[in-house]
């Protein structure tokens, strides 16, 4: 397979992208006025509430088996690491470049969640389906198991996208407008004064204060460890509540599970007019997510103060680090005896270090009302970047794995 007709492959999805963005931007301009920012916020919460639940339930159940997730079982500390390794480097260049508050999670989140979906359903069959392919002469069987690993790696993108990437975004933004509060509070000492003195009587927090004798500072007692556990069981929980996670926990059940996978699976499943409802939903998300992207693109072409050292930080992370560290992982696993023999297998463990950031990161900005113009920003300048990082190291991968 020749290096234009692999650069061509990687370059379909990214151009799809590319062009939907571009219909969203233009229906967000005053012209058409179609996708102003109030469109943009409830799409973006039936998204999130509707189309990505549908879509990891309706990909999980139909896809993974019990047996594949026993056999593949290095696909899920494999995209661990990267979430992992690409959250340690985004911190690193945060720290590096220092930039506003709120940019913060947005960048560590752009360097660690990857768009594990869409990109690797469609580069997996076409590199297939070309003459000369590394993977084997049999094109039909090499696409099937192909779609098999690039849904599982899908739904296990979309596990971790919800609950570590939600999180992090999450406490992101409670963070700047914690922030912001102050500021704004700063600005009439007088005002909070009274109001402080106040909300600390009604609320019981002034524990060292008598009426009858002079303040005394209240100890702080430190919070016992059986408490700090249940707050951290009850925070992993609320992630796992969250509906595309919940999506995700129920689809791998399903799937997992035969009895219950043949009741929406298969052309005799008596509930598979669940699965195909499920599945059309779940086909909206994609383009409803990439055309919110192009909406709030236009306004961060106008307001957003990302500086080019951020975008060629997370260049640096996305498209050079990140893969060369992909490989040294898979080689480590393969040196071991972690990975079965598949060498198509081990392409997709390589790819995932690969991939541009993952689209679902606008949706919690959008979501949280935090870096939305910036997030659209960087988001247009790594998938422009991607078409040729994908082509490149998958040309590696493949020379590699040959």
Not at 101 to 115: D, K, R, T, V
Not at 218 to 225: A, D
Request: net charge negative; proline share 5%.
């Amino acid at each position: 397979m020749g290096f234009l007709s692999l650069f061509e492959v990687a370059s379909m999805p990214i151009l799809q992208v590319l062009i939907i963005s571009g219909l969203g931007a233009f229906l967000a301009t005053g012209y058409c006025n179609l996708l102003n920012a109030d469109a943009r916020r409830s799409l973006n919460k039936i998204v999130y509430v509707v189309f990505t639940p549908a879509l990891m339930f309706a990909s999980l159940a139909k896809t993974v088996t019990l047996q594949d997730i026993i056999s593949w079982w290095f696909m899920p500390v494999n995209v661990g690491l990267t979430f992992l390794i690409g959250g340690i480097l985004g911190w690193i260049t945060v720290k590096i470049l220092k930039p506003g508050l709120h940019l913060e999670g947005l960048i560590i989140a752009s360097c660690s969640a990857a768009n594990l979906g869409n990109l690797v359903l469609i580069v997996l069959p076409a590199i297939c389906n070309e003459d000369g392919s590394p993977f084997g002469d049999d094109h039909a069987a090499c696409s099937s198991i192909g779609l098999s690993y690039a849904s599982f790696s899908m739904a296990l993108g979309g596990f971790y996208i919800w609950t570590y990437t939600f999180h992090l975004v999450k406490s992101s933004s409670i963070k700047f407008k914690a922030l912001i509060a102050a500021e704004e509070a700063a600005r009439d000492p007088n005002d909070d004064l009274e109001a402080d003195v106040k909300a600390h009587l009604l609320s019981g927090e002034s524990q060292g204060y008598d009426a009858g004798s002079h303040p005394v500072s209240p100890k702080k007692e430190s919070e016992p460890l059986w408490r700090k556990i249940i707050e951290f069981l009850h925070l992993i929980l609320e992630e796992l509540m969250a509906p595309p996670s919940l999506g995700a926990i129920i689809g791998l059940i399903f799937g997992a599970t035969t009895w219950l996978r043949g009741l929406v699976i298969g052309d005799g499943a008596p509930l598979r007019v669940i699965q195909d409802s499920l599945k059309l939903l779940g086909d909206g998300t994609i383009p409803s997510i990439t055309l919110i992207l192009g909406g709030n693109l236009i306004q961060g072409l106008r307001s957003s103060k990302v500086k080019p050292t951020v975008i060629i930080g997370i260049l640096f992370v996305k498209y050079l680090l990140l893969p060369v560290i992909g490989i040294g992982v898979v080689k480590a696993a393969d040196t071991f005896g972690f990975l079965p023999s598949d060498p198509l297998y081990r392409f997709v463990l390589m790819l995932q270090f690969t991939l541009p950031p993952a689209m679902s990161i606008g949706t919690m900005a959008q979501l949280y009302d935090v870096g939305q113009e910036e997030c659209s920003v960087i988001f247009l300048w790594t998938y422009l970047f991607a078409a040729l990082a994908l082509t490149l190291w998958s040309t590696v991968f493949m020379w590699i794995l040959s």
